[in-house]
């Protein structure tokens, strides 16, 4: 095969390469006469003979062979399998450099994106153990064989790879998986299959509550019937004494996405309850409630000590899902309120501050940058904004209300460094000083990176 002129190897060559940086998702990159090329469990400073599997115009990946020194932040693997399903990207790492990674991912975006070098990025917020944290799994279903089987797909593919401890989910929710899975196996329940849309059970999702122990299985099934249901409800329940709710979501389409829009309650009702900085919430099957509870304390607790309230303040918490955030925050407020645009959300919301007896708080169903643009124009105001958008950051016109509402104090919660810098770059073109961030390790083994941003307004 001729090589190409323009790109310095060819597929399945192998050559030896230092490795002399990371992605922002934690692959090693080598360079061969200047061409990168990303390399899976590989770490600044290693030395490795690499095979490549794939090349492109600017860049290529390789496979590490033989690796011929090794760097003093590797940890030894718990099992290759779950590098290659991409549920523990950053086993090889030793956790202290987990966070440093987190850390130089946002200063890389806070300079290169926002344009702010000089902006505090402090240490990342770690835990202490970081395994067993996750207090919700969503796990496929697939015949593997001739078994059903439960695990994880392999990395940019739909190949499900048979696994039974996922070393990053809550102990007991790994056991609830298994249990379920046999007693589906038992009464002969069929596993989907997505090539051709048939067979039933899609996937068992299983949620619990860290402080009160209480479980929510969800049995995701292509059609709504479910036999023998009446066998099936009490051998889960006899198998998990936790389960206070078990729900059938029904998802025929021949699609990615988990859920379906009906809902059956098989057991209890449609939700469990957890604690969260002292609150109590009511948790439905679709509520969106941080996978990670120590964490999210951590997350929280940054929040109110960044807004600094003194106990007059009026504040809006933007995308306030079930009210989590709402409620720690309206304790430390005269005045919070909340908008979401999931209207169950808001539901579970209002009946979340009946529940803790908060009386300040008042929710709006709607697109945040629509209210908050309403908002605006009224001329309402604000003295806090907290804002925790999803991935792809603030709308452009949400940002202009904020401009036009100008709140004298922002916290801005973040899942994505690459757009906050962006956000954060706007608001300080109208009027925000962008004070400090601190990351916090919502996610550890993985390369997602949660943080909290304070900004203050400029006085015109």
């Known amino acids: 095969m001729k090589k190409d002129q323009t790109i310095p190897v060819n597929k399945n060559e192998q050559h030896t390469v230092t490795i002399e940086d990371l992605t922002f998702e934690g692959m090693g990159v080598g360079k061969i006469n200047g061409y990168p090329l990303f390399i899976e469990d590989a770490l600044p400073g290693e030395k490795v003979e690499i095979k490549i599997h794939k090349t492109g115009k600017t860049y290529g990946y390789g496979k590490v062979m033989n690796r011929l020194t090794s760097s003093s932040d590797r940890v030894p693997l718990r099992n290759q399998m779950y590098t290659r399903t991409g549920i523990t990207p950053l086993q090889h790492m030793s956790y202290s450099s987990q966070l440093a990674f987190k850390k130089q991912q946002v200063e890389n975006v806070m300079q290169r994106i926002a344009r702010m070098p000089e902006v505090p990025v402090l240490d ?8 067993g944290y996750r207090n919700k799994a969503q796990v496929p279903v697939r015949k593997v064989g001739d078994l059903l089987t439960t695990g994880f797909y392999r990395k940019n593919s739909h190949d499900l790879i048979p696994i039974e401890d ?4 809550d102990p007991k929710i790994d056991q609830a998986i298994i249990a379920v899975r046999d007693i589906m196996r038992e009464y002969g329940v069929k596993p989907y299959n997505e090539k051709d849309n048939t067979g039933n059970l899609r996937h068992i999702v299983v949620r619990r509550g860290y402080h009160t122990g209480e479980m929510m299985i969800v049995l995701v099934t292509r059609t ?4 023998p249901t009446s066998k099936i409800i009490p051998d889960i329940l006899e198998a998990l004494p936790e389960v206070v709710s078990i729900v059938q979501n029904v998802n025929p389409r021949g699609t990615n996405v988990i859920l379906g829009e009906e809902a059956i309650v098989l057991h209890g009702e449609d939700k469990f309850t957890d604690e969260l900085m002292g609150n109590t919430f009511e948790i439905s099957h679709r509520s969106f409630y941080q996978v990670n509870p120590l964490q999210t304390e951590k997350l929280y607790q940054t929040v ?16 306030c899902g079930i009210g989590t955030i709402t409620l720690a925050l309206a304790k430390k407020a005269k005045e919070v309120y909340g908008i979401e645009i999931v209207e169950m959300a808001v539901e579970d919301a209002k009946r979340n501050a009946v529940l803790n007896g908060v009386e300040n708080v008042t929710y709006q169903v709607g697109a945040a940058e629509e209210v908050m643009l309403e908002w605006s124009q009224e001329e309402r105001t604000a003295d806090l904004l907290v804002v925790d958008p999803p991935r792809k950051g603030l709308e452009g016109q ?5 401009l ?6 922002m916290v801005y919660v973040s899942c994505n460094p690459a757009t906050l810098a962006r956000d954060v770059a706007l608001l300080a073109e109208g009027g925000y000083s962008v004070e400090k961030v601190q990351p916090v390790d919502m996610f550890p083994q993985t390369t997602h990176i949660e943080s909290v941003t304070l900004l203050t307004r400029i006085e015109d």
């Open 404 to 409: 036009e509402m100008k709140p004298t104090k």
């Open 124 to 131: 990342t917020i770690g835990m202490e153990e970081p395994w």
């Open 398 to 402: 949400f940002i202009d209300a904020v």
């Open 166 to 169: 996922f070393l990053i989910q």
């Open 304 to 319: 109110l000590d960044f807004a600094d309230m003194t106990g007059e303040e009026t504040v809006i918490d933007a995308y």
């Open 224 to 227: 709504a019937k479910l036999f």
